[in-house]
């Protein structure tokens, strides 16, 4: 059976992760994704180290990134030079071909190599072109460049990362910004899909990273706007529930999160674990239990430090209670219930070799997801794009590669 988007072309301009993850879930969804990359300016995240985990494999460093591997999977690489006349040109005609245009550089870019989508539309009105920028290609900010931590701060979500009288902890280690804007970001390209069946017409999406990590703050927007109380940073406590969050295992650094929704499950989570917790008058009801959070996360902690972690959490989850295990990078790779879902699918790298990457998360049964191939190594499939998209021949081809337009 075909996935969803069989027959689908798309030109990939994305840079590190956010544009990159929406390409590399297109290329899950059945399309065909040509990056355009350059040996002259390589993508970031072909330089961001080779992998600690693992057998360590010797190649071009470039090739050698496991963070690469992941975002690019499923894409050929088309190696050409933007700034060489030649190079523009038939990266022109590439795009002439395609369905999608993807890009998060920085605004103007690729309208001064010719790449507007006023001038692309023009030859190819069915064109969608989608542009991630910080803030948006208009506007007093528009000429900003920004990473996923600036992006999160200027949101306004970094603020609401750490402890309560204590300083802001913020996201540093983990750039939630970049998929965050890439789920926000496929949701409207394949809208736009769907409308241009209707249609016949393409379309261009302007999107803001920024605004979309204000579309994940609703609550605390609306605590500041409505109720004019500054939500703060208060650790994973929640405003209406306790508890709610994390408690340390027997064991070092182990840890599960609880959550009670209500009188009932409180009642339940406190027999499973601890006889004394669950005769405590002092927590019996939802307010008392809000009233003297600090007591109810320090006797909870003090029951939970006692039981292996796993054991615990099965014994939560029998008894019907919010419960679930937190998982470092490599456990979450073992986490059964991922990979009985498929979520992991092995490739074979023509330099590093046999390794696993993500999908996207979706099962579809009648259209469905799949990694189609590993990363490509940078311009790998110039000589097929060129030969089978573009229609060039091998003389034209040594010709471009002599003068650096194609490299």
Known sequence: MKPVL?????IDFGWVWSAPMVSSSLSDLGAEVIKVEHRGRLDNSRLRGTPTVGPQVDGPPEELTPYSHQTNHGKLSFSADIKHPDGRALIRRLVDTADVLVENLSPG?????????????ESNPGLIMLSMSAVGQDGPLSGMRAYAPVMTSLSGAESLVGYDDEPVVGMITFGFGDPNAASHALVALMAALVQRERTGRGQYIDMSQIEAMGGVLGEAIAELQVAGRDPGARGMRHPALAPHGNYPCAGEDRWIALAAADDEEW???????????AGDARFRHAEGRLRDRDALDAAIAAATVEHDRDELMARLRAARVSAAPLLGLEESLEDEHLRARGMFETVDHPVVGEHEVTRVAWRMSGTPAQVRSPAPTVGQHTHDVATRVLGLSPEEIERHEASGALR
Not at 6 to 10: A, F, L, M, N, P
Not at 271 to 276: H, I, Q, Y
């Open 6 to 10: 069989d027959g689908i072309r798309v």
């Open 109 to 121: 870019v690729l309208a001064r190599g010719g790449l507007a989508y006023e001038d692309l539309s």
């Open 267 to 277: 009642a339940r989570l406190a027999g499973a674990l601890d006889a004394d917790l």
